[in-house]
Structures are given as C-alpha cells and as structure tokens.
Nanobody, 123 residues
Framework: QVQVVESGGGLVQAGGSLRLSCTVSGLPFGDYSLGWFRQAPDTGRERISCVTLSGEIARYLDSVKGRFTISRDNAKNTLYLQMDSLKPEDTAIYYC????????????????WGQGTQVTVSS
C-alpha cells in the first residue's frame, strides 16, 4: 500500500521560513519523480517544482523562484521543500505528488498524492 505523507506546515509570519517534508512508502522511491504543488482557496492546484528520479529539478513557479528550494533524499524516501522569505500569498495547502519516471506540469501525470499540509503566512 502506497502512503504519501506531508508534514512541516504551520503558521508563520511574513518573511519567515518553513521546511516541508514528504515521506513516501510502498513504492520504489528511486523510480519516481516527485513534485510539490499547492492549492489556495478557490484556485486550482499549481506545481511549484518537481525533481526527477535522476535528481534533475524542473523549473520553479515564477512566484517562488529564489525563495523555495526542492530536494530529495532517496536514502530516506523523502522529498523536501525549503521555503524562505514567505509571503501571505504563499498561504495554501501544500501537496506532494509521485509520478512514474517523469516530471509533469499537469496534476494528471501524478499517480499518488498525500493529504496535504496547511501553510499559513500572516502579514
């Protein structure tokens, strides 16, 4: 049984930092590309970035470039998202998705999802 579990969300003041983690079990972690997505109220789920099974990082969402960093640790079956200089507009539920082999822009390319972790940035 595949499990995808995000953690690390919370309430932070603008300018602060958070580090999200996504732990995956039940599948060959090294065979999957992994993406971070977010969804604010009344909006669609957008891809922040993705890291391929070979470690290549896809382009970042324009609004987070220079502030967010994606990484993966295959030994720990974990995906990370370091978020610095947070802004109120970063408030959203953050999701981790696993895609077999490739990174995809569309959520349709991802076979497995976690339940999400809430990030709230106060002004």
């Amino acid at each position: 049984q595949v499990q995808v579990v995000e953690s690390g969300g919370g309430l932070v003041q603008a300018g602060g930092s958070l580090r999200l983690s996504c732990t995956v079990s039940g599948l060959p972690f090294g065979d999957y590309s992994l993406g971070w997505f977010r969804q604010a109220p009344d909006t669609g789920r957008e891809r922040i970035s993705c890291v391929t099974l070979s470690g290549e990082i896809a382009r970042y969402l324009d609004s987070v470039k220079g502030r967010f960093t994606i990484s993966r640790d295959n030994a720990k079956n974990t995906l990370y998202l370091q978020m610095d200089s947070l802004k109120p507009e970063d408030t959203a539920i953050y999701y981790c998705g696993a895609a077999q082999r490739h990174c995809y822009e569309s959520i349709l390319g991802y076979q497995y999802w976690g339940q999400g972790t809430q990030v709230t940035v106060s002004s």
